[in-house]
């Protein structure tokens, strides 16, 4: 999962999909990273913070990172929040196919439309419930995707 700074979007997609591959009982790794070396080490936004516990998740444990190279190597799938970060990943891909493993997140919910995950960081509570929907809803269409593996 990854976005600019890792500490919006990524890290609560990365929580997201990892509870649901947690209660499932599944062997996935989910991790999240930013594009941006802005935030490295930092706890997620406080305010995405709180709109994950109101809705009884935890991102607390999660700390900002980077996007490397060796992400393509360490994992099958790369999931965009937007397009610049999708345009940022793969100006990082090696080859063919490190350029396959990335994907925009909102294509597993609403294919071929192109959508982004907005940006909450300069808005109001309102856009982080909305992302946490968006996001919320992405996930189970990958855990569906996963356990029909």
């Known amino acids: 999962m990854v976005c600019l700074g890792n500490i919006c979007r990524s890290p609560l997609a990365d ?9 499932r009982g599944l062997n996935h790794i989910v991790d999240s990273a930013g594009t941006c070396d802005n935030h490295i080490g930092q706890s997620p936004d406080s305010r995405m913070t709180a709109t994950a516990e109101s809705f009884d998740l ?3 444990h999660l700390r900002a990172r980077q996007f490397e190279v060796s992400d ?5 799938l790369i999931y965009a929040m937007d397009n610049s970060n999708f345009q940022n990943i793969l100006s990082l891909a090696r080859n063919e196919e490190d350029e396959r493993k990335v ?3 909102l294509d597993e919910s609403h294919p071929k439309m192109q959508l982004e995950v907005p940006d909450p960081y300069f808005g ?9 929907n968006l996001l919320d809803n992405a996930t189970d269409c990958i855990m569906n995707k996963l356990i029909k593996e």
């Open 72 to 76: 393509f190597d360490n994992f099958d």
């Open 58 to 60: 935890s991102i607390n």
């Open 103 to 105: 994907k925009m997140i």
């Open 124 to 132: 109001g509570e309102r856009g982080f419930i909305e992302v946490y």
């Open 15 to 23: 929580a997201l999909l990892q509870e649901k591959v947690n209660k």
